[in-house]
Nanobody, 122 residues
């Protein structure tokens, strides 16, 4: 079993910053990619940013230049530094991990965290 534990959400004023963390633990052979998604009320879940094991990153257009994703492979942890936050960034942010497990036999699975609320408001 694998767990993704998120932290770092909260209430921040427009223009402020937050840093989200997500640590993966459990029976993991390797992590192929990790990412952050968000879901605002009444909207579909959308990709915010992702990063591969090799460090290749991908960002949604709405967050480019403001958000930075990074990871610590030794700790199986991914971070999302969010700067210049806007009210439209308000959402529940979910961590995602695309990883390989030995079950036996190598199998690739997708796991999700429980979500952390980010609210940007004055």
């Amino acid at each position: 079993q694998v767990q993704l534990v998120e932290s770092g959400g909260g209430l921040v004023q427009p223009g402020g910053s937050l840093r989200l963390s997500c640590a993966a633990s459990g029976s993991i052979f390797s992590i192929n990619a990790m990412g952050w998604y968000r879901q605002a009320p009444g909207k579909q879940r959308e990709l915010v940013a992702s990063i591969t094991s090799g460090g290749l990153t991908n960002y949604a257009d709405a967050v480019k230049g403001r958000f930075t994703i990074s990871r610590d492979n030794a700790k199986n942890t991914v971070y999302l530094q969010m700067n210049s936050l806007k009210p439209e960034d308000t959402a529940v942010y979910y961590c995602n991990a695309d990883l390989t497990q030995w079950v036996p036999g190598y199998r690739r699975y997708d796991y999700w965290g429980q979500g952390t609320q980010v609210t940007v408001s004055s």
